[in-house]
């Protein structure tokens, strides 16, 4: 087809034709993109601007097209990588001006395009459709919801999990979405937790080791490895980058007490804001310092207790008094601090927010700990053992996972 600023319809999309973009999300019409036909291409002010047969439109900088040419000169065809590189091509300054294309070309499901130096790329209708400038590429992850007062966390079998890629589906959005999920029935053998994990990803490793045993221990490093109630927190608060998933598999929970408590930290803190504005943002607004010491570590930050997002969400809550070091704040701060911590607290604890469950053995609890504060009640170890084996995965493989799982 000839070049020119404006095509009439295009013909119809042939299997043949497709464009291949060097990527594994599902793009091409009718498969996970709009059925639907590119009609027309016109050259505009440093920009082409396409028109789609539903009627949308979208308008792309030249630039960004050349950045995102998939030809197997500009993108590796066996990593998807980009070679090329758009700084350093001599017709940077071209691909600012109306000159840097000799030529356009449309079809239902391609547009093609020559540049002034020659190169041609080829771009599949479908991808350019859900790539339009300013339209929100759809995610296949699952939005964190808060918690209503009614909750009630997901269960998925050990076996489902195990033996079929749906279950392990369901577990993970159930964990992306509420930030708590429990896997059932799994065997009472030592390093299960490590097997599940594994097969999600590689295990996070902490001061503690990269799977860590919690039960009442002698000379304790750490109030879990105690007998002793453990009131709401996150761990590792302490460290830059605090764990993201926790998983806590029960071997034995024969003791009297010891049952586990969570809540949402995320919906606690919209509350507090609608509440008690000021409190809130002193929260988020104030760092202060977390601090991890034994004879072995000393791991320190200093951060806020809500951490916000570039909307203004909570992304984190970093909240264990345990490990709170030493209030270093202005004077005339340190009181109003205090009573925004107090605020916090108060909602955090409120019975109606709480999901408190006895971990049977064979059962698994997971949970997002930058979202999820839990705590146990105090359990009495001369009654039975409680024996629970722990680990931590990054929140990126868990991610990475259910992205393969959906293809």
């Known amino acids: 087809m000839s070049s020119g600023n404006a095509f009439p319809p295009a013909s119809t999309p042939s299997a043949e034709a497709r464009v291949e973009m060097a990527e594994l999300r599902r793009y091409r019409q009718g498969e996970g993109a709009p059925d639907v036909a590119l009609v027309e291409a016109r050259r505009q002010s440093r920009q082409v601007g396409l028109s789609w047969a539903d009627g949308s439109h979208g308008e792309f900088p030249q630039r960004w097209l050349r950045d995102h040419c998939a030809c197997s000169a500009c993108r590796h065809p066996l990593t998807r990588e980009r070679l090329y590189s758009l700084l350093d091509d001599p017709l940077w300054t071209t691909l600012g001006t109306d000159d840097a294309l000799a030529e356009l070309e449309v079809a239902a499901d391609c547009l093609s395009l020559t540049w002034a130096d020659g190169h041609r790329s080829r771009f599949d209708a479908g991808w350019l459709h859900q790539r339009r400038p300013g339209q929100a590429l759809d995610t296949l992850l699952p939005r964190a919801a808060p918690w209503q007062l009614d909750f009630s966390p997901h269960h998925v079998?050990?076996?489902?999990?195990?033996?079929?890629?749906?279950?392990?589906?369901?577990?993970?959005?159930?964990?992306?979405?509420?930030?708590?999920?429990?896997?059932?029935?799994?065997?009472?053998?030592?390093?299960?937790?490590?097997?599940?994990?594994?097969?999600i990803g590689p295990q996070r490793a902490t001061n503690f080791g990269a799977r860590f045993d919690v039960r009442s221990v002698p000379n304790p490093n750490n109030a879990a490895y105690t007998a002793i109630g453990l009131a709401l927190h996150t761990d590792l608060p302490n460290w830059r980058q605090p764990p993201d998933i926790q998983l806590l598999y029960c071997l034995e929970n024969d003791a009297e007490g010891g049952e586990s408590s969570f809540t949402d930290g995320f919906a606690a803190a919209r509350e507090l804001r609608e509440r008690d504005p000021q409190a809130f943002r002193l929260l988020s607004e104030t760092p202060i310092d977390f601090r991890f010491q034994d004879d072995g570590h000393d791991i320190a930050v200093r951060q806020p207790v809500i951490d916000l997002d570039s909307d203004g969400e909570p992304c984190e809550i970093r909240f264990n008094n345990w490990i709170r070091d030493t209030l270093s704040l202005p004077l005339a701060q340190i009181d109003a601090w205090y009573d925004a911590y107090h605020a916090f607290w108060q909602v955090l604890r409120e019975p109606q927010r709480r999901v408190e469950l006895t971990l049977a053995p064979g059962q698994m609890v997971a949970f997002d700990n930058r979202r999820v504060l839990h705590g146990r009640n105090a359990f009495d170890p001369n009654t039975g053992k409680r024996h629970l084996q722990g680990t931590y995965l990054d929140l990126d493989m868990l991610q990475s996972h259910l992205r393969v799982l959906t293809r």
């Open 157 to 199: 079998s050990h076996a489902e999990f195990s033996d079929s890629q749906a279950g392990r589906q369901r577990w993970i959005e159930a964990l992306l979405r509420d930030g708590l999920v429990l896997l059932d029935d799994g065997p009472r053998e030592l390093e299960t937790v490590s097997r599940i994990a594994e097969q």
